[in-house]
Nanobody
Framework: QVQLVESGGGLVQPGGSLKLSCAAS????????MGWYRQAPGKQRELVAR???????NYADSVKGRFTISRDGAKNTAYLQMNSLKPEDTAVYYC?????????????WGQGTQVTVSS
């Protein structure tokens, strides 16, 4: 089993920045990708950013140019640097690790961290 622990959420004013971290522990197999998702009240969970172990990234259109995903493979940690935050970025942010276990893709999720952008 893999456990994901997120940190770095909080309250920030519009235009501000936050950096989220997600550290994995436990029986970690082959990590295929790390990602960040978010879910705002009344909305479905959506992909924010994703990075593969070879460094390929993809972002939601709404965050391109403002958010940057990165990872530290040695520490099994993913990061999300969020700049120029907007009120519409307010949501619970979840990290996701996708692993390969016995030829199957397995998804692990963090508990979520609240990000609130408000003046």
């Amino acid at each position: 089993q893999v456990q994901l622990v997120e940190s770095g959420g909080g309250l920030v004013q519009p235009g501000g920045s936050l950096k989220l971290s997600c550290a994995a522990s436990g029986s970690i197999f082959i990590i295929i990708a790390m990602g960040w998702y978010r879910q705002a009240p009344g909305k479905q969970r959506e992909l924010v950013a994703r990075i593969t172990t070879v460094g390929s990234t993809n972002y939601a259109d709404s965050v391109k140019g403002r958010f940057t995903i990165s990872r530290d493979g040695a520490k099994n940690t993913a990061y999300l640097q969020m700049n120029s935050l907007k009120p519409e970025d307010t949501a619970v942010y979840y990290c996701n690790f996708q692993t390969l276990e016995e030829a199957k893709l397995v998804d692990y999720w963090g508990q979520g961290t609240q990000v609130t952008v408000s003046s």
